[in-house]
């Protein structure tokens, strides 16, 4: 208790302390921006007004990097940002061709791109945001054709030629000075973006170029350096200068136009903001385009006021925004430590105060109790421990005992189920029944004998517990006796087209066994081959003698269902029926007794889904053997024919070829069953009357239920792959065949089993063996519910069908359907495909459920229920006939009252008139 105590708040005090950090410490996303500044105050700005956008997301860090204008440094830069995994990318790129492969890589490792001012020569980016330098040197081309008159000389200034803002202004304008022929290019200068390079490249060439009338710069700072080169070289010219970006500030574009610097600058934004937020919305996941063009205007004499001050007002309003944010910032801090300061306190105060009484507790309680305590818990460890071991073997063996019994009760019941239905059938039938007497006793026959094989085998299995079994060995040809078994099997092997062989170097091979045992051994290993491989399979038998020349090694393999891991370690275990073994749980487990009793080994390897092998290995000589367990004279075995294994897998060929499958039945029943035998009988006993499908599993029988959708459904209970409470369960809760009566026949028949198999959804529930006329009458009463039922649903059609019952899923079908025929009966193209497709169910499904349920085709029930809408609107309305036809989905009034007059024996104009009368 006290150490409970004392963690849980230690653990409370962490959680606090954890949760505190988290608050304080939200997740911050880290943003790396890569920048060719120099001296371009353009860039700069752009930088300040990111900053201030950040403000307003304060989960968000900028991590800035400066490549001063060289291309090869701004590569190393983003590489800087890819190694160190940020989780978006903004970049404005110095030089476009340089810069496209390293964007590219980060792109390519995941890390979201933004382009700002600059594209690259590839799309792999996630957002642009520029303004369009095509349009803005178009821009500029225009105003300057303007100011000129159309008539004049220019200097062009560029910026660096390799970038695309340099080169798609410098054709943006010419583009437009084309149109005016009286303007012409006095010169080129390269400025490089930078004020200093304008000057040095200005004071060199200017006068080679005059006279001239404008300069035009592809930045306002090379506009403002060719500004005060002109000057002073030719200070009476009266030479217009016009620039790009019209920057706020005291040495920016708008203070130039202000100061009659410059003639004119065109309005170029940076971007700035927008990447910020763009940058929010990809991060956290929100729509966003992904090119995104910024507008331009010029900005002269007569509007450079009104945008100074509104630059000025939205400096200062950011300023105050940072200044606030800084003081909201710093109050959170202090909340932070304080709240921390006193949940540290809170915690503190209440360990001491439980440490201080658990202490007190303690002192006092634990040099009395602890000695005794120590023994007495030692004791009952250690009584419970051996009581749990006992109860754990206890309970393992009698429920694998109890197991069993249950599935050997099975085994029991079916053969009997089908010694008893002839000699009623007999008994019924009295002197007329000699054409079939024949048949039928042969039914019994052979499953008399077989009752006799597992009583046998009870008998074995009771003998090896009680060691008298005893071993009788012969030297016998081993070949010749495993060939001698197959030979049982070869006309199953045939009619299921098998491929089953015996393989062997050996024309005799002899070793000393007892031939009984050995021929039950090999006769169960050989049931479990053909049970669980399928038709068109294989079956080998191989006799070889192992490496050492020690043994014969008798080995039967199949490529059927396999088994899994957890089954082949109990394979051999007494009373386990796992997946792929014989049904009663002893067979496995009495074969290896056999073999070991020979002292020899019964081997297992096993995939699932690939097949099985087993591997019989038999020593040689008679050295293992006592005196008494050898005979010695000659031993002429013969197999006992109680072990007919075709016998008990299939019935006679004319009994089978006597029935006419030709006739066409009212109902399909699906019978599901493992017993191939049983399912014979049944068929044999009611096809007359229906139309009868089998399975042998139950994954296959609800793939059949599902594709022929029966009218009912016998299931057995013990089947592989599914069992048959699951089936039930699965076909009454699926809207496709909830309406199906399912009747389970079985031979487990204790209550609690009727209880489970009647609340899976069955709707009766026989145990084996059973009556074969009790079984055929209540198929006729489930069948015929079911055909009441239906004329309930389809007596007096109601469109206006509200809700469903609770789980009742017909009801749901029938209201469901109902209603999507009322919301589309308009619609005079209205057609099966349309519905089913609504309903998530195919078109043969569709039809068969309303034909089970309502005794109608879906077109027949479309059509009554348009009638007896339009029944209702001609009693209820003052429509006319044309448009009642048009509202219930008829495509002529024609149609309609041909169609009402058929229904109804009148005409719908007669009808109208009769009721208004």
């Avoid at 070793?511 to 053909?530: E, G, Q, T």
């Avoid at 609690?752 to 063996?769: F, H, L, M, N």
Wanted: net charge neutral; glycine share 6%; hydrophobic share 40%.
């Amino acid at each position: 208790m006290r150490r409970l105590l004392r963690y849980s708040f230690l653990y409370f005090f962490l959680i606090l302390v954890c949760s505190c950090q988290e608050e304080k410490h939200p997740k911050k996303y880290r943003i790396g921006f890569s920048q060719c500044t120099g001296l371009d105050a353009w860039r700069r700005q752009m930088l300040m007004s990111m900053r201030g956008e950040l403000v307003f997301y304060p989960e968000m860090e900028l991590l800035y990097r400066d490549a001063e204008n060289s291309s090869e440094r701004q590569i190393g830069d983003i590489e800087y940002f890819i190694d160190n995994k940020v989780d978006l990318l903004i970049v404005s790129p110095n030089e476009t061709d340089p810069i496209t492969p390293v964007v590219e890589k980060a792109f390519q490792s995941g890390i979201p791109v933004i382009m700002v001012d600059r594209k690259i020569n590839s799309s792999m980016y996630n957002a642009y945001i520029g303004a369009n330098n095509y349009e803005v040197g178009k821009l500029a081309g225009n105003y300057i054709a303007d100011l000129l008159n159309g008539k004049g000389s220019i200097v062009e200034i560029w910026g660096l030629r390799g970038s695309s803002p340099a080169v798609e202004r410098h054709q943006g304008l010419w583009e437009v000075l084309a149109k005016h022929p009286g303007i012409k290019l006095a010169g080129e200068i390269d400025g490089k973006w930078e004020q200093d390079t304008s000057k040095v490249q200005t004071r060199r060439k200017i006068k080679d170029f005059a006279p001239f009338d404008l300069v035009f710069a592809h930045n306002d700072v090379m506009a403002y350096g060719a500004y005060t080169v002109c000057l002073e070289i030719l200070p009476d010219n009266d030479i217009k200068f016009i620039g790009i970006d019209a920057l706020p500030g005291p040495i920016a574009g708008t203070q130039f136009v202000y100061d009659n610097i410059l003639t004119a600058s065109f309005l170029y934004p940076t971007g700035g903001e927008e990447s910020i937020r763009i940058a929010n919305q990809i991060l956290k996941g929100l729509p966003y385009e992904k090119e995104n063009t910024l507008l331009s205007t010029v900005i002269d004499s007569k509007n450079v006021r009104v945008m100074r001050l509104q630059y000025d007002k939205l400096l200062s309003q950011q300023n105050d925004i940072v200044r606030q944010q800084k003081m909201i910032n710093e109050q959170i801090e202090t909340y932070y430590s304080q709240r921390i300061l006193i949940f540290i306190l809170l915690v503190s105060l209440i360990i001491m105060i439980v440490a201080g009484a658990v202490a007190a507790y303690n002192w006092r309680e634990k040099n009395e109790i602890n000695k005794r305590l120590e023994v007495k818990r030692s004791e009952i460890l250690e009584q419970r421990n051996t009581i749990a071991a006992i109860a754990e073997k206890a309970e393992l063996a009698t429920q694998e005992k109890l197991k069993f019994f249950t599935n050997i009760s099975h085994e029991f019941k079916t053969p009997l189920t089908l010694i008893l239905g002839p000699i009623e059938e007999l008994m019924e039938r009295g002197p007329d029944s000699r054409p079939n007497v024949n048949e039928n006793l042969s039914l019994i026959r052979k499953n008399a004998m077989r009752l006799l094989r597992l009583v046998n085998q009870l008998m074995d299995f009771r003998k090896i517990e009680d060691r008298k079994m005893l071993v009788r060995a012969s030297e016998l040809d081993v070949v010749h006796f495993i060939g001698d078994v197959m030979t049982a099997f070869e006309k199953l092997a045939q009619k299921r087209k098998m491929d089953f062989q015996l393989v062997t170097e050996h024309k005799q091979l002899y070793a000393w066994f007892d031939p009984d045992m050995l021929d039950k051994v090999i006769f169960n290993l050989l049931s479990n081959a053909f049970k669980f491989t399928n038709d068109r399979g294989k079956i080998y038998v191989t006799i070889s003698i192992d490496d050492a020349q020690k043994h014969v090694v008798i080995c039967i393999e199949d490529n059927g269902l396999g088994m899994s891991e957890e089954h082949i370690r109990h394979a051999f275990d007494r009373f386990y029926t796992g997946e792929n073994l014989t049904g009663n749980g002893i067979g496995l487990s009495l074969s290896k007794e056999f073999i070991e009793l020979h002292h020899g080994e019964l081997t297992l390897s096993s995939e699932k889904g690939r097949g099985t092998r087993f591997c019989i290995m038999l020593p040689f000589g008679t050295a293992h053997f006592d005196d008494q367990q050898l005979f010695s004279g000659k031993f002429n075995w013969q197999r006992n024919s109680n072990y007919d294994f075709l016998n008990e897998y299939s019935l006679p060929q004319q009994l089978i070829e006597s029935y006419d499958h030709s006739s066409v039945k009212d109902y399909t029943v699906l019978l599901i069953d493992d017993n191939s035998e049983l399912r014979q009988f049944v068929k044999n006993r009611l096809q007359t009357v229906y139309n009868i499908e089998e399975a042998h599993d139950g994954v296959t029988g609800l793939r059949l239920a599902f594709e022929i959708v029966p009218d009912l459904i016998i299931c057995d209970v013990m089947l592989p792959g599914r069992d048959g409470f699951e089936v039930v369960k699965t076909l009454k809760e699926d809207l496709r065949t909830s309406h199906i009566p399912t009747i389970i026949l079985t031979a487990k028949g204790s209550m609690e089993q009727r209880i489970v198999g009647i609340q899976s959804g069955a709707d009766e529930y026989i145990t084996k063996p059973f009556v074969l006329e009790y079984l055929h009458e209540r198929i006729k009463a489930l069948i015929r519910s079911r055909e009441q039922l239906k004329e309930h649903y389809s007596h007096d059609l109601n469109i206006e069908m509200n809700g469903s019952t609770p789980g009742s899923l017909d009801k749901r079908f029938i209201n469901d359907f109902t209603a999507m025929i009322e919301k589309h009966m308009a619609n005079s193209e209205l057609h099966v495909n349309d519905i089913s497709r609504e309903l998530g169910m195919s078109r043969v499904q569709v039809y068969r459920k309303v034909k089970a349920l309502l005794g109608y085709s879906v077109n027949d029930y479309i059509i009554s229920v348009r009638l007896k809408k339009a029944k209702h609107l001609l009693l209820n309305t003052d429509k006319t006939i044309s448009e009642i036809a048009t509202e219930v989905g008829f495509s002529s009034p024609t149609y309609f009252s041909t169609s009402f007059k058929s229904k109804f024996s009148i005409s719908p104009r007669d009808f109208k008139t009769s009721q208004s009368a």
